[in-house]
């Protein structure tokens, strides 16, 4: 029992008080933060196209369909332990799962922007190819999603990896909302 009120209390063995734990490690945090937003962009802006969608007619049927993009973060444990175990030495075993897939996000967002006008504003918006363009998005982002969850393991000490959850959650719904939110105000103010 000595040993368990020890164990949970603020207070070291030698009867010092503990100090903060996040002592060097912001930087690891902010880099955790920054890529964790990252990824909630495009989640964000794919939940701005069933409003989209809803107002050029599409059914609710249709607006289902499109949900279907999401599901990559629902079945990313399939391919996990592949990011998990796969990786080129010399680049590192997260690294080299993260960099090719921001990029790849960031090329196929460039990408899409140039024609996904096109697939949106027609009298007849075509679903299937708008869905497996945000399934590819949030396909590359789950994998992100993977090697990121890995690599904050491994860059926080071992009592700031709680800290890892709070950046997902901060990091995805901050970059959620600017995606979502920033589209809404381009949109209102018609760019």
């Not at 100090?19 to 690891?28: I, M, R, T, V």
């Not at 196209?49 to 007619?57: D, N, S, W």
């Not at 996904?116 to 504003?121: E, F, K, Q, T």
């Amino acid at each position: 029992r000595a040993k368990e009120e020890v164990a949970d209390s603020p207070v070291s063995r030698d009867g010092e008080e503990a100090k903060s734990g996040l002592h060097g490690e912001y930087g690891n945090i902010f880099i955790l933060l920054v890529l964790y937003t990252l990824q909630g962009l495009p989640m964000g802006l794919s939940a701005v196209l069933p409003l989209i969608l809803k107002e050029r007619g599409a059914s609710f049927s249709e607006v289902g369909t499109f949900s279907m993009n999401s599901w990559p973060f629902s079945l990313k444990l399939f391919w996990a332990p592949l990011v998990d175990t796969v990786y080129i030495q010399k680049f590192g075993r997260r690294k080299s799962w993260m960099v090719p897939a921001q990029l790849a996000i960031g090329l196929l967002m460039i990408g899409m922007s140039a024609f996904v006008d096109g697939m949106l504003y027609v009298e007849k918006p075509a679903i299937l190819t708008l869905t497996v363009l945000f399934f590819a998005l949030y396909f590359l982002c789950a994998t992100q999603d993977i090697a990121v969850d890995g690599w904050a393991l491994t860059m926080l000490r071992p009592a700031n990896v709680g800290w890892a959850a709070t950046c997902n959650a901060a990091g995805q719904t901050l970059g959620y909302a600017i995606g979502f939110t920033g589209y809404m105000m381009l949109e209102q103010a018609g760019l």
